[in-house]
């Protein structure tokens, strides 16, 4: 009888603790379908040299990268996730371009317990009152990189501005970010239909109407290009100074420069991170990632890099046991890992506590174009959402 | 009111309804004479701007890769009508969304294949890049009078060839009553080939018009799909003039909707509410249109003569 008892325990106890962990499965959604598909492709590529950087493992355990495909719309991203979750049984979730994609799935995530690192997006809902001890972004909050925007037009004496971004989460971020740190007066404000508005002809013409000192925009992946290329056919980008912020990167920046409109050169914005930048992690990420692809690498891929070493972290932390979910949150928490930007810590609502810069496009000694970094704008960033955030 | 904004946005309003109109007039062509639900018409949409847009970066003529974008339009047009379309002429309307949406993820895949996912930045000649003063203080770019010009042009072409030409009297009796005019020894099956390839060049063209402002990518063609679909409910199917009118009042009432709908909102709500309140409701404003014009007048503003059901 006991011997039957016993049997079935040690059964019983085989089923509940899932196939002994051999490997790290790691989810990484992204969008890999759709124009935006170019943005996954590049977080791809980076994903997969930094697998390759660190021989395929983690603690010894071999890695393994599923990639879902969010589809750029956030009721396929929360299927996507749930998918990761319940038939791929991955350990950690990551990636995440879009703030509104991020929103709908995490609750996914989280409700299982995993953790769930964001690789871009970081809505002020997850980084204020819903923040999660399990969630953890190793981006930046929406709002930091406009903040900063806003104090580099304060530094250059721009005096009024017009903004214009897309109506979405992000978009709102960028623009209340903007508007938290400017000291100078907003005279216009529009907001376009997202993901769908291709044409701004009409905002453009109001834009002109106005005469402010500059506009500050913020559209991310093919959206960029197209309204900077409308902005100089309106006759605006020798008139009024363009700002941007996640607009202007290495995707678009190659499509500029065979469509040879040099009015982007020398537009200024603002970034945590830049291809230059010196340090002993980003020399070799960049050189590497130029290397493998023939091109350089944006922020989205030094984001999707820093979250495979960021990870990496957390499973050496806990010697491989991606059961632990506590000793990898303590870990996670740390931030001890060499990251592309230089050092950085956590904040208590687990969003980076960084630097900010200025950046402008140049172009580099080969005649590419890309983007060089400027002087620091925000040192130590913290969001501003963090004091919201009620952590057990 | 600022004069000079107010043309403007006239302008651009006047300039949206023209690309709605190249679309919408091969889609009410198709619909109206055919009788054929092409959702695929959006993906003749991007090919030509691809195609087009391709020839113009290897030629380094914008208007050699327009004028070359016509001949290859039409042959692609008469494949995929002989092809694929051809079996679909009896079926249910339900089949034909089902094979033509078929067509749209066969397109946009064979774009990803050939072209890759980041798409295709078309620049412009130089004369027609910059703006041009219209006098009282208006500048307007270049390339958007350029297209106004374009689709005039296109317009009275097509009102000629459908108005006072053989081939438009064929069309228009193949649409009025295709078995009388089947039966009088018109040959319908190579009529609808036809008008099909004139319906591919007049997307393609559209798509290949609206590259160099907004760039090509795949999808691009979906929404103004959507749009061009209001335009014809409006216009009525199967008139290329309602197709026109409707066009450019649905370029009017969506632009300057985006460009006044907040200031007028300012007068009812708070500016925060009406901030958030503008965008939404001006994205609205032309399916409110479609709705009242689809309860009062179910048959369009402007039914061609003698179609019957």
Partial sequence: MLKKLLGSAALLALLASPAAADKVKIGFVTTLTTPAAVIGKDMRDAVDLAVEHIGGKMSGLDVEIIYADDEFNSQKGKQATERLILSDNVDIVAGYIWSNVLLASAPVVLNEGKILISANAGPAQLAGAQCHENFFNIAWQNDQTPMAMGELLNQVGVESIYLVAPNYAAGQNMVAGVERTFKGKIIGKDMTVWPSQRDWSAELSKIKAAKPDGVFTFYPGPAGPAFIKQYQQAGLSGEVPLYSVFTLDSISLPLFQKANMEAVLGTKMTQFWAPDMDNEANRKFVADFQAKYGRYPSYFAAQSYDSIMYIKSAIEAVKGDVLDTDGMRVALEKADFPSVRGPFRMGNNHFPIQNFYERTVVTDDNGDWTTAVGRVILKDHQDPYASQCKMP | ?309
């Avoid at chain 2, 009788?35 to 949409?45: E, I, K, P, Q, R």
């Avoid at chain 2, 993820?105 to 890049?129: H, K, M, Q, T, Y």
């Avoid at chain 2, 300012?266 to 939404?280: C, Q, R, V």
């Fill in chain 2, 1 to 309: 009111m600022d004069y000079v904004l107010l043309t403007e946005q006239v302008l651009n309003g006047f300039q949206l309804g023209i690309i709605l109109f190249l679309m919408a007039a091969g889609l009410t062509l198709v619909f109206g004479i055919m009788d054929l639900v092409n959702l695929a018409h959006g993906s003749l949409f991007m090919i030509g701007a691809f195609v087009g847009g391709t020839i113009a970066l290897l030629t380094g003529s914008f208007v050699l890769g327009v004028l070359l974008m016509i001949p290859a339009m039409l042959v692609i047009g008469i494949v995929v009508e002989m092809t694929t379309l051809r079996t679909l002429y009896p079926r249910d309307h339900l089949d034909q969304v089902l094979a033509t949406f078929g067509l749209i993820l066969f397109f946009n895949e064979a774009v990803r294949l050939i072209w890759g996912p980041e798409g295709l930045v078309v620049p412009l000649p130089s004369w027609l890049d910059g703006v041009v003063a219209l006098g009282f203080g208006i500048t307007y770019p270049v390339y958007r009078i350029f297209t106004i010009i374009v689709g005039l042009l296109v317009a009275f072409g097509l009102y000629l060839l459908v108005g006072k030409t053989r081939i438009g009297m064929l069309i228009r009796a193949g649409a009025s009553n295709r078995t009388m005019a089947g039966a009088l020894g018109v040959n319908i099956p190579k009529l609808f080939t036809l008008v099909f390839g004139i319906g591919a060049v007049l997307a393609g063209l559209a798509g290949l018009i609206i590259t160099p402002i907004t760039q090509a990518a795949i999808g691009m063609g979906e929404d103004v799909l959507i749009l061009a679909f209001v335009v014809i409910v409006v216009g009525g199917i199967g008139s290329i003039r309602g197709a026109f009118i409707a066009s450019i009042v649905t370029g009017l009432i969506d632009t300057l909707g985006r460009s006044f709908l907040d200031d007028i909102l300012l007068f009812f709500m708070p500016s925060n509410a009406a901030e958030s309140a503008g965008p939404a409701v001006s994205s609205m404003l032309i399916y409110i249109l479609m709705a009242a014009i689809l309860f009062f007048r179910p048959q369009g503003l402007f039914p061609p003569k003698g179609a019957g059901g």
